[in-house]
């Protein structure tokens, strides 16, 4: 037994997310990524004497709809605080956030894992404003701030110490990137900063049950990342431990290079923050109504569409995969309204559209084939018109060419329909029959397993147009 089973690990996550808003949360600038430096920076944004915040209606209209997706109570009475303190990207000094009172509460997102699934309990989830960005590697002597990101509107999304390994935060991340996007609240996207993570880890001895000291670890900038230093902190932990060491609580930064973090401040640093009301702003209440209008206008979420197309016949993998992004599902979606083989359906999304998508590096979003024309191939392999083999390689790509044409008279123009015509077909039966004249005898002898063989033969000279069921069921007439 390794000495590594004595222990266990407990984590807790702290996600900004960045609103989708086109302003930031208290004034008109643009919220958009990039930009000039310093060009999405009026005097509000800049904290000038005189000038007053407001609130952006939008942005908590998000963070209650994030709030809802992941089953929170929404607080009604709400308000922000500042929290003080001096750093160069932060213009006024303070930030505005909610930190002491969070808009949502409670709730949890459902993970995977190999023991099954399983809700991460979540603690809050409050709104707060971004800082600006110091740029240390522009200039040899001077730090730069760009001042665009100050006032973004975020939400902070913070779980219960109630991960266990790496792996379940990794899955954590991933399913809560995948919720944000599909409510449209968050880009999810980790280069830009629009999702960032913050991973607290401590170790106990397993069967404890008061949590260890904590280190932070901060700058975590990909899924990857998270999993990579969470990793690294369990078993540096773990060594201090065991050399008989005490763990400081820390906050920590990870070295995406090296895959190792480094301390950059003890707890006896840790700023005060002097929260106070922030006295430019109103509290605001929030009515039944308004959270209801809300809840109305969410999407049906991952989880409970993945349950509804097991329902119409799916296997779970093949729903979970519809449901990975809500651009494939809204696809799914409406080819489903049009043909009622919704297995076929789901083998052509995860099958050759996957596949089509992947080689052309295209988003579904960007995928040119009406659902239309994938049920009318569907409809023709059903009805034996065509095999899936020619619709998926040779229609398919033809009718993303002509872009409205109708499938079948795009696979009748091709040549690809199957021949099911019977005199055309017992000409190709004939010819196979009499080529093989040993094999057919083995078969009348009772090695009725050769037909496949048969058949195969006849698909070869009909160059693929024989339909098979038609082919079969002749050959069996003609060896009885
Ligand atoms: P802080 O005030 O230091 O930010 P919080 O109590 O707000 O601490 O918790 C921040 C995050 O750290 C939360 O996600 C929480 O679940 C997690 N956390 C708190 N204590 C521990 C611990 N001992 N081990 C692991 N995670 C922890
Ligand atoms: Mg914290």
Known sequence: MSYHDKYEAVIGLEVHAQ???????????????GGSPNTHVSAITLGHPGTLPKTNKKAVELAIRIGLACNCEIERYNYFARKN???????KGYQVS???????????????????????????IHMEEDAGKSIHDIDDNNTCVDYNRAGVPLVEIVTEPDLKSADEAYQYITELRKLVRWIEVCDGNMEEGSLRCDANVSIRLKG????????????????????????YE?????????????????????????DTTFAIRDKEEANDYRYFPEPDLPPFYLTDEFIEGIRQKLPALPEQLSLHYQQLGLGEYDAQQLCLEKETADYFNA??????????????????????????????????????????MIQLVDEGKINF??????????????????????????????????????????????????????????????????????KKISKGKADPKVVTGLLEEKLK
């Open 19 to 33: 609103l989708q808003t086109e302003s930031k949360l208290f004034c008109g600038d643009s919220a958009a990524f």
């Open 208 to 231: 404890e049950t008061k949590l260890g000291t904590k280190v932070e670890v901060k700058n975590l900038n990909s899924i990857r990342n998270v999993k990579k230093a969470i990793e």
């Open 389 to 458: 083999s020619a619709a998926s390689s040779k229609l398919m790509p033809a009718l993303l060419a002509t872009g409205s044409a109708p499938a079948l008279e795009t696979a009748t123009a091709l040549n690809l329909l199957q021949v099911s015509d019977s005199s055309e077909i017992t000409g190709w039966v004939d010819a196979v029959i009499n080529k093989m004249p040993d094999k057919v005898a083995e078969y009348k002898k009772g090695k009725k397993g050769l037909i496949g063989l048969f058949v195969g033969e006849v």
């Open 335 to 376: 080819v489903i309204q049009l043909t009622t083989n919704y297995k076929a359906a789901a083998n052509w999304m995860n099958g050759p559209i996957r596949h089509y998508l992947h080689e052309h590096k295209l988003h579904i979003a960007d995928f040119s084939l009406a659902p239309q024309r994938l049920a009318e």
């Open 98 to 124: 909610q930190h002491t009172a969070p808009i949502c509460k409670g709730g949890h997102v459902a993970i995977h894992t190999a023991e099954g699934k399983r809700n991460v309990q979540l603690n809050r």
């Open 85 to 91: 303190y001096f750093y160069p990207d932060l213009p």
């Open 234 to 258: 369990i078993e540096r932990m773990i060594n201090v431990v065991e050399s008989g060491g005490v763990i400081v609580q820390q906050t920590r930064s990870f070295d995406a290079a090296t």
